[in-house]
């Protein structure tokens, strides 16, 4: 079994030091033969930024496949939805232990998630670029 997640795609622009590649998301259930009379099925365009330092290998409109580590995916879906669900549980109990209010308590559990999603924010430079994707060779 292998550790990347791969995806199919082609090259929308280049820039500096950075390849901006558009790839096709689908449902699992979107290649299949009735998908298309199917509400369950879905598939979503998403743009794809590979920091590279030779951005001249590539051209627009080129097709590529871009790979991700899984343990990149896992570090991503922990800081997305992990680290603010134990963030919020663990604040809206000890705010209910407090107050004895629950209404406060989620009240407190939700705004516990502002400071945590605004140090993301600050961070999303420094986390692009440990989080990234690359362009594998054909």
């Known amino acids: ?13 280049i820039a500096e030091g950075k390849v901006r590649v558009r790839i096709v998301q689908t449902a699992a259930c979107a290649a299949c ?7 369950a099925s ?5 743009l794809v930024d590979v920091f590279t330092t030779d951005t001249s290998r590539w ?3 080129e097709q590529v496949v871009v790979a991700a580590s899984q343990q990149m995916a896992n570090k991503a879906l ?3 939805f992990g680290i603010p669900l134990l963030l919020l549980l663990l604040v809206l109990v ?11 308590a ?16 600050v961070l999303r430079s420094s986390l692009q670029r440990q ?6 060779e054909k």
């Open 1 to 13: 079994m292998s550790n990347k997640i791969k995806h199919d795609g082609i090259i929308d622009s």
């Open 33 to 39: 033969k009735v998908a298309k009379h199917c509400n």
């Open 42 to 46: 879905e598939s979503k365009e998403k």
């Open 59 to 61: 051209t627009i409109g």
């Open 78 to 80: 922990a800081f997305a």
């Open 94 to 104: 000890i705010a209910l232990k407090i107050t004895g209010s629950e209404g406060i």
């Open 106 to 121: 989620a009240l407190c559990g939700i705004l516990a998630l502002v400071p945590y999603f605004m140090v993301l924010f």
């Open 131 to 136: 989080m990234s994707f690359w362009i594998e």
